[in-house]
T-cell receptor, first 114, second 117 residues
Framework: KAGVTQTPRYLIKTRGQQVTLSCSPISGHRSVSWYQQTPGQGLQFLFEYFSETQRNKGNFPGRFSGRQFSNSRSEMNVSTLELGDSALYLC?????????????FGPGTRLLVL | AQSVAQPEDQVNVAEGNPLTVKCTYSVSGNPYLFWYVQYPNRGLQFLLKYITGDNLVKGSYGFEAEFNKSQTSFHLKKPSALVSDSALYFCAVRDGNRGSTLGRLYFGRGTQLTVWP
């Protein structure tokens, strides 16, 4: 099976712009979770989507949003970018049916905000 | 509240020696515990997990982890380290009794493992 894919792999934006990141889960997986990784804060949970519905949300401002499509692909959007949004954004997929499931991560999108 | 602590930012070992990367956790319900590894400019790769049963869990690349409920620990171990094991290791937990956390993992800050030749 193909793994989790994320596009683009690298992005450079300027403050105030918006950005959309894409994640394609492993075939058959219906849950997609997003995480932000920074040297200062570590890995922080953004949100999780399951069957096109947001099921769980972390403590991020409303500038961070996401959605999931009927084929389980997911996008996250960050509006009005700030310098502090520079990070590696990771998505992870799982079947989404139980606590014992493993989340499988994509390679990440590295966002640099100038 | 759910949380994970990795008390060592860095662990240095010589190739061929055993390695241990420490992890302690806090959950109110049943803990489901995971170890991931991250190589530079890469995503997280799953190594192993503890769900229930035998306290010693075996995973990928010769790694294993020992679950200790009384000490709320889940230390990662390998009998003989390789230079190629050098990477950033993350411990994560999910509370099995909380439905709202179904899609969420709580991660530690990570431990940088360096294995020198």
């Amino acid at each position: 099976k193909a793994g989790v894919t994320q596009t683009p792999r690298y992005l450079i934006k300027t403050r105030g712009q918006q950005v959309t990141l894409s994640c394609s889960p492993i075939s058959g997986h219906r849950s997609v979770s997003w995480y932000q990784q920074t040297p200062g804060q570590g890995l922080q949970f953004l949100f999780e989507y399951f069957s096109e519905t947001q099921r769980n949300k972390g403590n991020f401002p409303g500038r961070f949003s996401g959605r999931q499509f009927s084929n389980s692909r997911s996008e996250m959007n960050v509006s009005t970018l700030e310098l502090g949004d520079s990070a590696l954004y990771l998505c992870a997929s799982s079947l989404g049916r139980g606590h014992q499931e493993t989340q499988y991560f994509g390679p990440g999108t590295r966002l640099l905000v100038l | 509240a759910q949380s994970v602590a990795q008390p060592e930012d860095q662990v240095n070992v010589a190739e061929g020696n055993p390695l241990t990367v420490k992890c302690t956790y806090s959950v109110s319900g049943n803990p489901y515990l995971f170890w991931y590894v991250q190589y530079p400019n890469r995503g997280l790769q799953f190594l192993l997990k503890y769900i229930t049963g035998d306290n010693l869990v075996k995973g990928s690349y010769g790694f294993e982890a020992e679950f200790n409920k009384s000490q709320t620990s889940f230390h990662l171990k390998k009998p003989s380290a390789l230079v190629s094991d050098s990477a950033l290791y993350f411990c994560a937990v999910r509370d099995g009794n909380r439905g709202s956390t179904l899609g969420r993992l709580y991660f530690g800050r990570g431990t940088q493992l360096t294995v020198w030749p």
